[in-house]
């Protein structure tokens, strides 16, 4: 994993444990193809047995990390041309270069996401 994506995961435990959420996929690079993309994905049931996904991306060329909240459940729901950036409960991007400190680039993501989950406390989205 990461420097940004470790400290990121350190940072956000809190917020994602009183929101209700989980890890449940550590996308890590296997070296191949793969290697320029790594992700953290949340996952938090709602009390109507609908989930909602937290996806936290890292793609290394370009360097940028990119954070979707979303419910699989809209995507089913929408039209068939629709994709998850459509459904998305909030969505944005962090571009960063080779300067850029880790801890840093985490706390800003921290930050706007602490946001998004406090909006929240329990998952009770829509």
Same mark, same amino acid.
């Given at each position: 994993?990461?420097?940004?994506?470790? #400290?990121?995961?350190?940072?956000?435990s809190g917020a994602i444990a009183r929101a209700g959420f989980?890890?449940?996929?550590?996308?890590?690079?296997?070296?191949?193809?793969?290697?320029?993309?790594?992700?953290? $994905?949340?996952?938090? $049931?709602?009390?109507?047995?609908? #989930?909602?996904?937290?996806?936290?991306?890292?793609?290394?060329?370009p360097r940028m990390i990119t954070a979707t909240l979303w *419910?699989?459940?809209?995507?089913?729901?929408?039209? +068939?041309?629709?994709?998850? /950036? +459509?459904?998305?409960?909030?969505?944005? *991007?962090?571009?960063?270069?080779? *300067?850029?400190?880790?801890?840093?680039?985490?706390?800003?993501?921290?930050?706007?996401? /602490?946001?998004?989950?406090?909006?929240?406390?329990?998952?009770?989205?829509?």
């Open positions: 994993m990461t420097k940004v994506l470790s #400290f990121l995961a350190w940072q956000l989980v890890l449940t996929d550590l996308g890590e690079s296997d070296g191949g193809v793969n290697d320029r993309m790594q992700q953290l $994905e949340y996952r938090a $049931e709602l009390p109507e047995r609908r #989930f909602v996904l937290l996806d936290i991306c890292e793609l290394t060329t *419910s699989p459940d809209d995507l089913v729901q929408a039209r +068939a041309e629709s994709s998850v /950036d +459509a459904v998305a409960i909030h969505r944005r *991007s962090w571009k960063y270069d080779s *300067s850029t400190d880790p801890t840093v680039l985490a706390s800003k993501i921290t930050s706007e996401l /602490d946001g998004w989950l406090a909006s929240r406390d329990r998952p009770s989205i829509h």
